[in-house]
């Protein structure tokens, strides 16, 4: 290996050592956001013809450099009336971005109406003011095929020697930009818990506490059992991780009273110290006496109170998905019936988590983007003679979006509001 070889080899390793951290903090599964045949087939029929300049948002940017902490759901509000018709801006670049997930900070988008429709282009594959990338592998080296004069020393090299010059090369940098920002949502993936009738009561439970303490915290250690036929077992390579939870609160449909399921208020996390068992003694009578041994935990993470009678549940893998926000393709309605924070919380703001009364059996999935709808006040009408009482509409109040369903329930995010969400207001689509 050439001295030149030996010395770019170490800058590397150094480079890579000084960007490990970051380098491992872009995800992976960030480059790999799936795009659903609807989102396909709605960017082709857009991109065939582009979107009416009627469709545009006002002010929408002439062009536009994405920057880190952008989303697809404020640039697509950036440059169109609806955020979730993000699918068209997509379409408008089809031939450029030919997957929405992949659009990284630094690419610059133009906006070209010179047509009479509107398309969106992607003007560089680098940012504005970089050096064009390098389309050559990093180690390719320079050859010369003849003895040459060296540009640099005049020395005339032997015949087939590799000459190897420094090269700077350009990559982007970062994760692609995602529907909106994760970290809004990314805790009620795996901590807040809708279940049907009876499952916490067949969760495993603390039954008991060192010393006696009536509340446990982070760094306490305490004591479990799970159902009969299914004990809580140490049996994996790695540590096992539970979920704590509170007591859980039924939800009901406001129109019918029927109720969709239990939220179950999460508290907290445990880690798996020891297995349940049961232990044979025997008594002065010669009898053999069994009794069970409840399995061991140390509380980790506590967000609240966390109590003798608590349930708790392994913590499930974690699943990424890709929300795209789009409208319902038919008539969806729906209410919301809770705020997540506890049961007194009764009204909401942006960026708030709420349950809505629809879910999987109704159609909505993960994406979907529904209008708030703020009741119309009940009042008497001073004009009529006969004061009758009347019912103002209902106006649109903001937008939420679904990101995750259960059977007759979702979570949603609240992402554009007028005036304060509280538990009861109604939903529509958002047209």
Known sequence: MTTYMMVRSRIAIFTLAVLGGCLLAVPAWSQKYPVTPAQT?????????????????????????????????AISNMFLRSPWRWPELWGMNLQEISNPHLIYPGQQLVLDKTSGRAVLRNASDT?????????????????????????????????????LSPRTRYEPFGGALTALKIGAIEAFLTEPLIVEENELATAG??????????MLSRGDRAYVRGPVYAPIMDDRAKTQY??????????????TGEVLGYEAQFVGRAALVRSEMTEETVGADGKVNTSRVPATIDIVESRDEILVGYRMLPVPERQFTS??????????????????????????????????SRGRRDGVEPGHVLAILKNGPRMIDKTDPTRPLIKLPNERNGLLMVFKTFEKLSYALILDITEGVRIGDQLAAPQ
């Open 323 to 356: 929300y795209v926000p789009h409208a319902p393709a038919g008539t969806v309605n729906g209410r919301i019936v809770s705020v997540y924070g506890g049961a007194a919380v009764v009204n909401a703001s942006q960026n708030q988590v709420v349950v809505i």
């Open 127 to 163: 940012a504005p003011g970089a050096p064009a990338a390098s389309t050559e592998p990093a180690t390719a080296p320079a050859t010369t095929s003849d003895a040459a004069p060296s540009a640099a020393s005049g020395d005339e090299l032997p015949v087939g020697t590799i000459r």
């Open 205 to 214: 439970r603390i039954v008991a506490t060192q010393e006696d303490r009536v």
């Open 242 to 255: 539970f979920r704590l939870f509170g007591n859980a609160k039924p939800l009901k449909d406001p129109d």
């Open 41 to 73: 087939a709605t960017a082709k029929q857009v991109a065939q013809a582009g979107v009416p300049l009627s469709d545009l948002a006002p002010g929408a940017p002439d062009s536009y450099v994405i920057k880190s902490g952008d989303t697809l759901w």
